[in-house]
């Protein structure tokens, strides 16, 4: 709070290595995401919610870890390495709209890391190499309606993936695991 640290209830945990990878803000709701089974003592499947004194899970959350979360008005995107979001397929990124999850498009084909929403467009990085079906070298853009490679992507690497996004007016700042972008 500026002057000391205060726990969160009980905080998240249910196994040897429950953690927290990805954490929201929207409102006076704390959103936290990671690799846990529970919140507060209570079942909440690797994401949650804070309301300010109670932990809440997000219907039956996603099948394993969330690394990412964005919120942009009433919609919370959550990326990671799931296949799952409320027992329905969704492939590493899927949306709660605050009462039920859904598929974000047709996702991807590996993990997403960094989510980050800018007016009306969602920018998704990880280690996919398709996103919606279509070849995207580890970054995307959601314009609403479908995915959108950025350029040839970034590369250089065996073991390539994009870990932060930043937008500062039209200028897209990104960083990882790789050796060139845009073939650069």
């Known amino acids: 709070d500026g002057s000391s640290w205060h726990t969160l209830g ?18 006076s709701d704390l959103y936290v995401g990671g690799y846990f089974t529970e919140a507060g003592g209570s079942p909440a499947s690797r994401i949650a919610r804070w309301d300010g004194s109670s932990w809440h899970a997000l219907g039956s959350g996603v099948n394993y870890e969330v690394r990412a979360i964005a919120v942009s008005g009433s919609d919370l995107y959550v990326g990671g390495s799931f296949t799952e979001a409320g027992g329905t397929p969704a492939s590493y990124i899927a949306r709660w709209d605050g009462s039920s999850w859904h598929a974000f498009g047709s996702g991807m084909n590996s993990w997403v890391c960094p989510i980050v929403v800018s007016g009306l467009d969602v920018y998704v990085g990880g280690k996919f190499t398709e996103a919606g079906g279509s070849p995207a070298s580890r970054i995307v853009r959601w314009d609403g309606s479908s995915w959108h490679a950025l350029g040839s992507g970034v590369g250089g690497g065996t073991y390539t993936f994009v870990t932060a996004i930043a937008v500062s007016g039209s200028d897209l700042y990104v960083g990882g695991d790789f050796t060139e972008a845009g073939g650069s």
């Open 10 to 27: 009980s905080g998240v945990g249910g196994g040897t290595y429950s953690r927290v990878s990805a954490i929201a803000v929207s409102g």
